[in-house]
């Protein structure tokens, strides 16, 4: 269960000063307070807990932290597994409180701005890349992982995320499909995502490594994305292994608001998701949704790929001050997952 860098191919991909995430095995057959244990010990505690406080005390309201902390040990008995066993564990071997590893998981929750595309070639190939933006790029740069969860000694499934958090954002079932998820502004989050959340609602990532672990193919993944309640709205973007497997999913915290799938016969070879319903249009001041659809015009279906994807996800503003990292992914090509750091361009 050991990590270890897997900068390759940077240049190949035209990512001048990108660099690769530190790449981890997660053991699902292990207790789940042990199985991040490998993991933290390629990290400073000092830093991890500085970093902990620090997102915590930015983005976290007050009265969330007054909620939170008295109620944390009550809260852990009510969370799902392996959730709340990872969480304890992680915060046992750094140090931390419960209440403040929650609350870390809530911070993340709140504040991921994102670009998520899926697309099919003319040969019927499914692609599916993502832009994961967020504040902090300072620290999340440091404890971005690639991690493959594995089980009886093969990849369950695997994907992106950050050292503490133990949801997913963006993911990948070998040979089945491949998840991402973009924030969708609902109002009030704070507030909705905690009552909910106390209604033992599924915060949005958690359902994305749920589905990445429980379902059998893209329409079985669909269903559970679009119908689970979950503690806050979300797009929720869906690739297949097999043609017209492609799908954004809009969703409300109860269900869904709109099931938008690939056309590829009536020329919709791909799908752009920002964070902004798709049938209306974005602001100015945040249109990332134009310059990647005019990037993946340009390419053209004939010669979309995982580099052209990549290339697609590179322009400005798709790509910008507060991108931490790419991903790139094919369910029908699971060893070419790939994630480049962006904090260095």
Not at 156 to 166: E, H, K
Not at 236 to 241: A, D, E, R, T, W
Not at 324 to 339: E, G, K, L, N, W
Request: glycine letters at 8%.
């Amino acid at each position: 269960m050991g990590c270890g860098p897997w900068a390759l191919l940077a240049l190949l991909c035209g990512a001048a000063g990108a660099a690769a995430p530190l790449r981890c095995n997660v053991s699902l057959d292990s207790p789940a307070e042990q199985r991040w244990l490998p993991v933290l010990r390629h990290f400073d505690p000092v830093f991890l807990r500085a970093a902990v406080q620090r997102i915590i005390d930015e983005s976290v309201p007050k009265w969330v932290h007054q909620v939170i902390q008295p109620i944390a040990t009550e809260l852990e008995l009510f969370m799902p597994q392996p959730f709340a066993g990872e969480i304890a564990g992680m915060c046992k071997a750094l140090g931390v409180s419960l209440g403040d590893g929650i609350l870390l998981n809530f911070a993340y929750e709140s504040t991921a701005f994102c670009t998520s595309i899926v697309a099919q070639d003319d040969k019927g190939n499914i692609y599916h890349g993502r832009n994961l933006d967020y504040a902090f790029v300072d620290i999340l740069s440091k404890i971005t992982l690639d991690v493959r969860f594995i089980k009886g000694g093969q990849v369950a499934y695997q994907g992106t995320t950050f050292l503490g958090y133990v949801g997913l954002w963006t993911g990948q079932s070998p040979h089945k499909f491949t998840i991402s998820g973009d924030e969708r502004d609902g109002g009030r989050w704070w507030e909705n995502a905690i009552a909910a959340f106390l209604n033992r609602n599924y915060p949005v990532s958690w359902l994305v490594r749920d589905t990445l672990s429980e379902a059998e193919d893209f329409q079985s993944a669909v269903l559970r994305l679009a119908s689970i309640p979950i503690i806050a709205e979300v797009y929720y973007i869906v690739g297949g292994v097999s043609p017209k497997e492609g799908m954004v999913i809009t969703r409300n915290r109860r269900g869904p608001a709109d099931l938008w799938p690939l056309d590829p016969l009536g020329g919709a070879w791909f799908r752009v998701e920002t964070n902004y319903d798709h049938w209306t249009t974005p602001p100015p001041s945040d249109d990332r949704r134009t310059a990647a659809i005019k990037a993946l015009n340009a390419t053209g279906q004939h010669n979309i790929n995982l580099d052209t994807l990549f290339k697609v996800l590179s322009v400005k503003p798709v790509l910008n001050n507060n991108t931490v990292y790419t991903t790139v992914m094919s369910a029908a090509f699971p060893d070419r997952y790939q994630t480049w750091m962006r904090t260095e361009e």
